[in-house]
């Protein structure tokens, strides 16, 4: 029988609840047990696909083409879970298929409303999305703080689904904060309290609490939430800060939370441990032998979330080369402003992640010329590659105002364009060049070197592409086409020749990358700078 965990947050939002519920996952699969992760989003987009990276962080693509919320991205990077478009459930695609059924006149009369209707459909989806026989374990995480209206259709869904599920089956976590307040030099219980009462009144009782704190828990302070939490005191798991996200299945498992959550559900767990993942993880994060800068150059710098695989992959790809990876976030418009000299000075590589619209591509097209005629290594990612392509054609082709036309409409030199199967599309969400596509690589080239291997799978999420009326004369120029999508033949990869290290690709490397399997093209891009 399939069993059921739904992690849901409390007191304040950005508690780390991804990173929890794939840390917990990573423990389970340690233990021997197979996993499949959920998110809910409470929000009414149908998908995070046509949100601003300033209003939900970066949008996770995923091998079927779903745009999605970034936590799936730590689902795919800490377990073994195959991560799929029905593995993210929004209000927005709970509702279109209620309405959609309420138009056929599926509902047969009735009045529709949010309890029953809705909560049918969160838990049909939740139960469809766990359909996978090998899997015991789904981990469901509810996104959102209690208290909030969006997410109350969600939260009675699961009190409905712990009820048919039979209670013995499926679990509740908490995840609440415990703040350090420093003119009492104490730590604060009552909004964890608060937060427990909320659920409570929602019929949901947690079976433990995941509390985030700055220190380690005293046993008093642990005693107390128990006590007002209504849980056992075993069950009150210190989530402490830790510097390396992946450290936090380790923080757990010391508290034997893997063992509790087994108990709890009468699962067979087999003894195995975390000891590979500390080694070939934790070990190369915490005690790295050489160093490198590199600079990613975009135009949402300021917020962490924005480029989150990105980053995580440069950590990959890190570990992979023993090296301590020092990133330097520079905004696109600064350079723009400044020139790029000012910023990209005693940096060892650039890495110019995908974006949409003009803001700040000045600036990036300035970066991917300074990283060229400096022999800097240079990974362009998406957007990366087509501004790459764009600089290229204008100081090496003598085609002056080469863009792409996303940017100016009337160049006379699309050398990026339109892709054919975009001309008619008009509506915004869910219309890119989506997933997983096929990519023939082209022997003795970098990317060759790199992958090792003529034929790889990557995700794409773009409009525009290479176009290919250019090849020749770029080609004649120094330009490499590495890669080719065999059906299509769209230029996938471009390299160039004379150069250290410089790639772009259409496509998004960084979501296939894994701590303990870095993304073969970052891990080559790592090594070049190092
Ligand atoms: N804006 C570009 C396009 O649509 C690049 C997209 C991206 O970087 N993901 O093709």
């Known amino acids: 029988m399939k069993k059921f965990i739904f992690v849901t947050g409390g007191v304040v939002s950005s508690l780390g609840k991804g990173i929890a519920s794939a840390s917990l996952g990573k423990l389970l699969e340690s233990q021997g047990l197979k996993v499949n992760l959920v998110k809910c989003d409470p929000y009414i987009n149908v998908d995070p696909g046509t949100m601003s990276p300033y209003q939900h962080g970066e949008v996770y693509v995923t091998e079927d083409g779903a745009e999605a919320d970034l936590d799936l991205g730590h689902y795919e990077r800490f377990t073994n879970a195959s991560i799929r478009a029905k593995n993210n459930i929004t209000t927005g ?69 712990r009820l048919e599920e039979g209670l013995g089956n499926t679990l509740s976590i908490h995840v609440t904060l415990v703040p350090y307040i420093k003119s009492a030099d104490e730590v604060k219980t009552k909004p964890t309290q608060h937060s427990v009462g909320r659920m409570r009144e929602i019929g949901i009782q947690p079976d433990i609490l995941l509390c985030r704190c700055i220190n380690p828990l005293s046993k008093s302070v642990k005693e107390k939430i128990a006590l007002f939490c209504n849980v056992s005191q075993d069950c009150v798991v210190e989530a402490v800060d830790v510097k390396s996200v992946y450290e ?12 509790k959550v087994a108990g709890k559900l009468n699962i067979k767990k087999k003894d195995k441990n975390l000891d590979k993942w500390k080694k070939k993880v934790i070990q190369r994060v915490y005690f790295p032998k050489y160093e490198t800068k590199i600079a990613v150059v975009g135009k949402y710098i300021a917020l962490q979330d924005a480029y989150k695989s990105i980053y995580e992959a440069l950590t990959h790809s890190g570990i992979a080369n023993n090296a301590k990876i020092k990133v330097k976030r520079v905004d696109s418009e600064k350079i723009q402003k400044h020139g790029a000299g000012k910023y990209l000075n005693n940096i060892d590589a650039v890495l110019i992640p995908g974006g949409f619209g003009l803001r700040g591509i000045e600036g990036k097209i300035q970066a991917a010329k300074f990283a060229r005629e400096n022999n800097i290594s240079y990974l362009g990612i998406c957007l990366g590659m087509q501004v790459a392509v764009a600089e290229f054609a204008r100081n090496c082709c003598g085609l002056r105002k080469a863009n ?103 496509f998004h490397p960084e979501f296939k990358s894994k701590p303990d399997k870095a993304h073969p093209l970052f891990k080559s891009f790592i090594q070049a700078a190092l």
């Open 93 to 161: 695609k709970v509702y279109e298929t209620v309405i959609r059924k309420e138009r056929r006149g599926d509902y047969l009369g009735k009045t529709v409303q949010v309890i029953p209707h809705i909560t049918n459909e969160i838990k049909k989806k939740i139960r469809n999305a766990a359909k996978n026989n090998l899997v015991d374990v789904v981990i469901v995480e509810i996104g959102g703080t209690v208290g909030d209206i969006e997410s109350l259709p969600f939260l009675e869904a699961i009190r409905q689904f």
């Open 248 to 259: 936090v299945p380790v923080k757990f498992q010391e508290q034997g939370l893997g063992k």
């Open 404 to 506: 792409s036309s996303e940017f100016n409409s009337q160049t006379p030199d699309p050398v990026i364009d339109l892709m054919l199967e975009q001309a008619e599309v008009r509506d915004k969400g869910a219309t890119m060049r989506l997933g997983s596509y096929r990519c023939k690589i082209k022997k003795g080239t970098k990317a060759y070197q790199a992958y090792k291997k003529p034929v790889i799978d990557e995700r794409h999420r773009h409009r525009y592409e290479f176009n290919s009326k250019y090849k020749k004369i770029m080609e004649r120029s120094g330009m490499v086409f590495s890669g080719i999508n065999p059906s299509k033949k769209l230029v996938e990869i471009i390299e160039l020749k004379d150069h250290k290290w410089f790639i772009g690709c259409q």
